[in-house]
């Protein structure tokens, strides 16, 4: 063989080598961070714009008497070559009930707004860090004087109705939401809005009452590029739209749209009326063309062994809502459990559909293989806006229900995003106590089978992923076991997983 060609061989047998040392490794490296008190809420913030997630750990420490409960902000900031497993600061939270977070002094920080028993906060932040000054915006009585403060929720009570930069504040009252308006840098109620609050009353030995914040959406519905304030209650929607939330100061606002999605008049079993099922909204924009469109998953049984939910999916036009579905998707499963991504990156949203058959073949399956078979159902949508009859693909995966929680048997424990930074989304699924397995996304939208990583990390965890490190491949952080209060366990993926 001639020398060059040899030389040539080497050489590229070194190129493909360091090409292949230069791939992302997903989800590789594990790494733990430490807060007082337990974890019940992390937040990924980029609060100094250097395209890394940093995070926003909201955490209780509980006193020996159970009834003392301290709370803090801890804030940790995603820098190249962090060693530390300790937050970068520690606040402590006065008695906030809920937060929000928004730049409402145009510096182009976001700022963290709390709604607390006695008004509306701010907590300003600048490059790499929060100023620990408590900033009394509106001086209001709270509408949920009953709230749990061992915890704290994350509301949507701030948005930009008028386009100017300057945000308004959107304040959960006795009988409406109220909304305030800043001027000459103070805070005045222009509008009421017709949105009540939800009332809960509690069965026990004590009748308690509960309070529930009204569940707000701050999205464009009608297509004018400007946010409109949505109310979801059960399968119902009330919009009311820009820019009448605006004009027409010191007037009480009624809905200019009211929505029945009819799913509460659909006939279940008996054992749905002693047990009613839930119904879930989402609005996202699903076919791409700059309207809010709804997806209503509901569940019922159709027996008292198999169980069936239905995806309901609601196409905008232009402002408005057929009276019926556009189309339902159905599958074998109890929670109506699914996810709605853009797949194989053609601008419209795809949905997986977890499927579960509950039924007699599962159990022989089960005697035979002390296996449980989850299926994911693939549905890309088409170019006239519709999705197939039947799914584009489908992937199975066994599950051992000997180690896992039947919960999580009957459940579906898994996650979709780019963990190998190839710009597809991999699917990522639990299958026993401490075992998930990758399956990487393909450009048809799919997911390889053949090339599944399987990756050690506890399932009976709260999680979330988000990239940390900036080399934009997702990172997953897990929270929530009985044996690590205040910890965050942290997979890494990429080249250099240093966060």
């Known amino acids: 063989m001639n020398i060059r060609w040899i030389l040539w061989i080497i050489f590229g047998i070194g190129f493909l080598t360091q090409n292949a040392s230069a791939e992302i490794s997903p989800l590789s490296h594990s790494i733990q961070w430490h807060v007082p008190g337990r974890v019940n809420k992390v937040i990924p913030w980029d609060i100094n714009q250097d395209e890394k997630s940093d995070l926003l750990v909201f955490s209780t420490m509980v006193s020996d008497d159970l009834i003392r409960h301290t709370r803090y902000l801890s804030l940790f900031i995603s820098e190249s070559g962090r060693a530390t497993g300790t937050p970068d600061q520690i606040l402590p939270l ?69 386009g100017n930069g300057t945000p308004e504040i959107i304040v959960p009252t006795n009988d409406g939401v109220r909304i305030y308006q800043q001027s000459d840098s103070l805070y005045q109620p222009i509008r009421d809005c017709m949105i009540r609050p939800q009332y809960q009353f509690l069965k026990t030995d004590v009748m308690d009452l509960i309070i529930h914040p009204p569940r707000l959406v701050f999205m464009d519905f009608d297509g004018d590029s400007r946010s409109d304030l949505i109310h979801l209650i059960n399968d119902r929607i009330r919009i009311f739209l820009n820019p009448s939330i605006i004009n027409r100061q010191n007037a009480t606002l009624l809905p200019d749209q009211e929505i029945d999605l009819g799913s509460h008049r659909l006939t279940y079993s008996a054992v749905d009326r002693v047990a009613p099922v839930s119904h879930q909204i989402q609005m996202i924009d699903l076919n791409n063309d700059g309207y809010t469109d709804l997806v209503l998953s509901q569940a019922a049984r ?12 609601y196409l905008n036009d232009q402002g408005a809502l057929a009276s019926f579905p556009d189309q339902i998707l159905t599958a074998e499963n109890y929670a109506g459990e699914h996810i709605v991504r853009d797949l194989n990156g053609d601008g419209l949203q795809d949905i997986i559909l977890f499927n579960l058959d509950i039924g007699y073949s599962t159990a022989m399956r089960f005697l035979l293989t002390r296996k449980i078979v989850h299926q994911y159902d693939v549905y890309l949508m088409r170019d006239d806006h519709t999705y197939p009859s039947t799914p584009d693909s489908k992937h199975t995966v066994k599950v051992d229900p000997r180690e896992r929680p039947l919960a999580s048997v009957v459940y579906a424990l898994f996650q979709v995003d780019d963990f190998n930074g190839d710009g597809y989304h991999d699917l990522l699924v639990a299958t026993d106590k401490d075992t998930w397995i990758l399956y990487p996304g393909r450009p048809d939208g799919a997911f390889y089978n053949k090339d599944q990583i399987k990756i050690k990390a506890q399932t009976a965890v709260k999680r979330m992923s988000t990239d940390l490190n900036g ?29």
Do not use: M
């Open 94 to 162: 006065r008695d906030a009930i809920a937060f929000d977070v928004a730049d409402l002094n145009q510096d182009n920080f976001s700022d963290l707004i709390f709604l607390c028993k006695d008004g509306i906060y701010c907590l300003q932040s600048e490059s790499n860090r929060i100023i620990e000054e408590w900033n009394l915006l509106i001086l209001t009585l709270s509408v949920f004087p009953g709230a749990d403060l061992s915890n704290i929720i994350q509301y949507p009570f701030v948005a930009d109705f008028n």
């Open 302 to 313: 159709s027996s008292y062994i198999n169980t069936v939910s239905q995806l309901h999916i």
């Open 471 to 499: 080399d934009r491949a997702a990172d997953l952080v897990f929270w929530g076991t009985d044996d690590s209060e205040g910890v965050l366990s942290i997979l890494l993926s990429g080249k250099d997983s240093a966060p």
